[in-house]
């Protein structure tokens, strides 16, 4: 297996019981025109984890700053 080390900017969930799902957001502050592809892995590999750790439904949203 690979470890991997890493801290998401915010986790949070919305809903409850059965309808509830966890948001994964990582902010990006660099001067950035564009997503890389390294940044979409990233956030892949935190919303697998999240998703992992739950059970639960889990979204991840990059947000340029």
Known sequence: ???TEGVADL????????????VVVELKT????EVSPQHHAQLGL?????????GEPTEGLLVLV
């Open 1 to 3: 297996g690979v470890f």
């Open 30 to 33: 660099d001067d950035l025109e």
């Open 46 to 54: 935190y919303v697998d984890a999240v998703k992992r750790a739950t």
């Open 11 to 22: 986790l949070f969930s919305e809903g409850d019981g059965a309808t509830r799902r966890w």
